[in-house]
Nanobody, 129 residues
Framework: QLQLVESGGGLVQPGGSLKLSCATY????????IGWFRQAPGKEREGVSC????????NYEDSVKDRFTVSRDTDTNTVYLQMDNLKPEDTAIYYC??????????????????????WGRGTQVTVSA
């Protein structure tokens, strides 16, 4: 089982930036695709971005393309979500999650919750003036 701990959330003004971190424990990143999800008040959780177990492939939800960037550091087993040009509608609790797939997920990753078995507890991001 992969353990995940998010950090880096906070309050930021519209147009500002935040960088979220997802520290992982128990396995090396090469065995897992990592996804970022978010849940706004009163809404269902949605997929935001993911990175394949090889680190080569990334995906983004349409509303965050060209604003968010997912990356990883295999030395520290940490995945990052750089969020730029933040908007009030980005306000949500952000979660990272792991999907086992050293082979199957080396060249792809998905933004579907059902693909991910291991989850962090989330970090709050609030975008407000």
């Amino acid at each position: 089982q992969l353990q995940l701990v998010e950090s880096g959330g906070g309050l930021v003004q519209p147009g500002g930036s935040l960088k979220l971190s997802c520290a992982t424990y128990g396995w090396i990143l090469d065995y897992y695709a990592i996804g970022w999800f978010r849940q706004a008040p009163g809404k269902e959780r949605e997929g935001v971005s993911c990175i394949s177990s090889s680190g080569v492939v990334t995906n983004y939800e349409d509303s965050v393309k060209d604003r968010f960037t997912v990356s990883r550091d295999t030395d520290t087993n940490t995945v990052y979500l750089q969020m730029d040009n933040l908007k009030p509608e980005d306000t949500a609790i952000y979660y990272c999650a792991g999907a086992w797939g050293p082979v199957d997920l080396s060249t792809k990753c998905f933004l579907w919750e059902s693909q991910y078995a291991d989850w962090g507890r989330g970090t709050q991001v609030t975008v407000s003036a």
